[in-house]
């Protein structure tokens, strides 16, 4: 069997390597290799391939509820980042609404995932429309019953206070039976866990947090504070899952441990790798130790 890759015109960057032992959904793998592929091969090394399992297995996860064919699906990501999830999802057909205030990717903090002018015009190379606003001082726009997705990956962590009244925002702006994904870290993961028993923060590094502005994570959940928030919002919660043994493998420096240098390949080439190896062991057998949730909420018809 032929296996899938990311490629741009500069040649192959990313490669699935789990795939013999892992059958992904086909479309996923397509949709998320398409989406890599619209990047430069250095962000596909310095930022891509730092998250490629965690895009790859988010996309199988949900493409278990949702059509492989999202032809007119209104889809609005909140949040959207560098959009490699926006751009999957308009390759599957979606017309989405990319909305975020851009500023971590401004050229003054050099983000590994490209400037800002960069994702805007990517977006609109790809037909998804861009929408520059502050979540968090403006919240959503007004349009009530507008969409039939709308998305929130790895946002919720990084607000600097409560979710409430922007998944309330999510839940007006869905048509009735429309969904809200969300995906966020699990604060009980086990590297959580085994800093904490080593008298570690579970934080991001203090000093990350003293500098302004701060871009990191400020509050994490568990899965069953998740499902209550979304709940709490007038959601039913329709879908849950704790990310596949595979996924922690993304989150690795290649063979240098250079910050700008990540690789989709696991080896064992060091006493960290070993212990990460460990790591992705344990959380096979107890799910509550992975390291990502995905949640999708229903808004009653």
């Given at each position: 069997m032929t296996e899938t890759v990311a490629t741009t015109s500069s040649g192959t960057v990313l490669k699935n390597h789990w795939k013999r032992l892992r059958r992904w959904n086909p479309r996923a793998q397509e949709a998320v290799d398409w989406a890599c592929a619209q990047f430069s091969p250095e962000i596909q090394r310095r930022g891509i391939a730092r998250a490629y399992y965690d895009f790859l297995w988010t996309m199988d996860e949900l493409l278990k509820i949702l059509p492989s064919d999202l032809s007119g699906y209104r889809v609005l990501d909140v949040g959207c980042?560098?959009?490699?999830?926006?751009?999957?999802?308009?390759?599957?057909?979606?017309?989405?609404?990319?909305?975020?205030?851009?500023?971590?990717?401004?050229?003054?903090?050099?983000?590994?995932?490209?400037?800002?002018?960069?994702?805007?015009?990517?977006?609109e190379r790809n037909g998804i429309t861009v929408a520059r606003r502050d979540l968090v001082a403006e919240g959503l726009p007004e349009e009530r019953g507008t969409y039939d997705i709308v998305t929130f990956f790895a946002v919720i962590e990084h607000l600097p206070q409560s979710p409430q009244k922007l998944l309330k925002q999510m839940h007006d702006v869905l048509k009735p039976g429309g969904r809200v994904i969300i995906t966020t870290p699990n604060h009980a993961w086990i590297r959580?866990?085994?800093?904490?028993?080593?008298?570690?923060?579970?934080?991001?590094?203090?000093?990350?947090?003293?500098?302004?502005?701060?871009?990191?994570?400020?509050?994490?959940?568990?899965?069953?504070?998740?499902?209550?928030?979304?709940?709490?919002?007038?959601?039913?919660?329709?879908?849950?899952?704790?990310s596949s043994w595979q996924h922690v493998a993304s989150r690795i420096r290649g063979r240098n441990g250079s910050p700008d240098e990540w690789t989709?390949?696991?080896?064992?080439?060091?006493?960290?790798?070993?212990?990460?190896?460990?790591?992705?062991?344990?959380?096979?057998?107890?799910?509550?130790l992975r390291w990502s949730m995905l949640l999708v909420g229903r808004k009653p018809k």
């Open positions: 980042g560098a959009g490699v999830l926006a751009l999957a999802f308009r390759h599957l057909g979606a017309d989405v609404t990319a909305l975020d205030r851009f500023d971590e990717y401004e050229d003054d903090y050099d983000n590994q995932m490209g400037s800002a002018a960069e994702i805007v015009a990517r977006f959580t866990r085994l800093r904490l028993l080593a008298g570690r923060s579970a934080h991001h590094p203090l000093n990350e947090w003293w500098e302004t502005p701060f871009f990191g994570h400020v509050r994490e959940y568990t899965m069953p504070e998740a499902q209550a928030m979304l709940r709490w919002s007038g959601f039913a919660v329709e879908h849950s899952a704790l989709t390949r696991f080896t064992l080439h060091s006493l960290e790798r070993w212990v990460v190896g460990a790591s992705l062991i344990l959380s096979a057998i107890v799910p509550s």
